[in-house]
């Protein structure tokens, strides 16, 4: 793995703020070996605009509670929230309406380089009887 640890700590707090959005089909793609002016690629994907919205928007939230707050130099697409990109430095979060996600394909075209596990916590509290609906 040659992502940095600010990188996946950035990487694994977005995604689950994306997956705590009901964001769908997340993935986290090292991208070090491969380019140099970003460590990881997050992936996600939403039904609709106003998702896609909310997830950018908890994303963004979730990185300024971090110790070691995150703000993205770069922001584009926020408009049409077909496609939004982030660019943290450290990381690049794309949040893209399925349709954009399907046509574009970003995981096929980055399938060279290897993934970063990223299991959503909400899955592994219910299947381990401590999610809050059992308490």
């Known amino acids: 793995m040659t992502v940095s640890e600010r990188a996946y700590e950035l990487a694994t707090a977005a995604a689950q703020a994306a ?3 009901k964001a ?3 993935v986290i793609i090292d991208v070090g070996d491969q380019l140099a002016i ?3 690629f997050l992936i996600a994907a ?3 605009e106003r998702q896609v919205l909310a997830i950018v ?3 963004e939230e979730r990185l300024l509670e971090l110790p070691e707050k995150a703000k993205p130099v770069r922001r584009e697409g ?3 929230g077909r ?3 982030l660019d943290y430095v450290d990381i690049v979060v794309h949040i893209q309406h399925t349709e954009e996600r399907e046509f574009y394909a970003l995981d096929r075209l980055w399938k060279d380089c ?3 596990p990223f299991v959503d916590r909400d899955l592994v509290d219910a299947e381990s009887g401590t999610g809050s609906a059992t308490e």
Do not use: F, Y
């Open 19 to 21: 997956a705590d959005k």
């Open 24 to 26: 769908q089909d997340i």
């Open 38 to 40: 970003t460590d990881a």
């Open 46 to 48: 939403a039904p609709n």
């Open 57 to 59: 928007d908890a994303i």
């Open 78 to 80: 926020e408009r049409a």
């Open 83 to 85: 496609w939004v990109l």
């Open 114 to 116: 290897p993934t970063i």
